[in-house]
């Protein structure tokens, strides 16, 4: 079995539509897929439309957290998967993000543009087309303008990873858990030690998010040295927890292809077992 848990689409900040991805999957090779766009379910529908026969579908979404244990606050992300897309408190929170990163993403281009740099909030808001805004987005208008020459120099610290760094209002880590628990889903710490992307979070809190909910820790992932994702599983070892792999596939901003980590399979029935609010869709 040939297992990616997590690839994000239209719906947030990957460039194929739902419709392509769970195409693209079935291509791939793939038997377990799952979409997990930033704090949205918009994608569900159509993916679990056009899903291909011999193709499961996996339904999740990746949310924008931070742990408060610590100032500045540090963001991480937060795999949910299989939860129920109408629990009202999680819903309300996944909105409450989302507009956060839209306020977040206008007052990064204000600053961009009170330095002389040619790019508008409509044009971010047009690549975004309707989906969750994100960073991605307004480096596609720095590609645009001619002043880097893709995603990954975008991120560099003189663009959006530190001149241009802006906080959004993300929904405190132990809130999250407890909220996509409540939604009957399953929650797992997304890349929790890619210190190439920022600071990350102690062992410590890892620690006590197991004990408050948390099912599992995402240890194969491009943005882990092999020695984090050692640790990693490691520490999923200790704490019980599940360790998954995937691909966290973003279409062509991004060089991984879907399936280039993968989750094994006892993990992933395990991950489907604690699961009460929707079922996975397929074989
Ligand atoms: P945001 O969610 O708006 O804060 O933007 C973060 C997203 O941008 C991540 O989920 C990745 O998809 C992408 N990203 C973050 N860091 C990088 C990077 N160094 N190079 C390319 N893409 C990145
Ligand atoms: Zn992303
Ligand atoms: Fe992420
Ligand atoms: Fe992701």
Known sequence: MRIDLHAHTTASDGTLTPTELVAAGAEAGLDVLAITDHDTTAGWMPAAEARP?????????????????????????????????????????????????????????????????????????????????????????????????????????????????????????????????????????????????????????????????LFGLEADHEAHSPAEREHVRGLAAELGLVVTGSSDFHGSHKQVKLGAYTTEVDAYEAIVAAASGVPVLGP
């Open 53 to 213: 026969a011999g193709l499961a579908l996996l339904r999740g979404a990746e949310l924008s957290c931070r742990w408060y244990g610590e100032s500045p606050a540090i963001p991480l992300h937060l795999l949910a998967y299989l939860f129920d897309p109408t629990a009202p408190s999680l819903v309300a929170e996944l909105a409450r993000v989302r507009g956060s990163r839209e306020e977040r993403a206008q007052r990064i281009v204000e600053r961009l543009r009170a330095d002389g740099v040619d790019v508008t909030w409509d044009e971010v808001r047009d690549y975004a087309a309707g989906g969750t805004v994100g960073r991605p987005h307004i480096a596609r208008a720095l590609v645009r303008a001619g002043l880097v020459a893709g995603t990954d120099e975008a991120f560099e610290d003189r663009w959006l990873g530190e001149r241009y760094r802006v906080p959004k209002e993300d929904t405190d880590v132990f809130a999250a858990v407890r909220l996509v628990r409540e939604a009957g889903g399953v929650p797992v710490f997304a890349h929790p030690k890619a210190t190439k992307r920022g600071k990350v979070v102690p062992d410590s809190l890892i620690v006590e998010l197991a004990e408050a909910g």
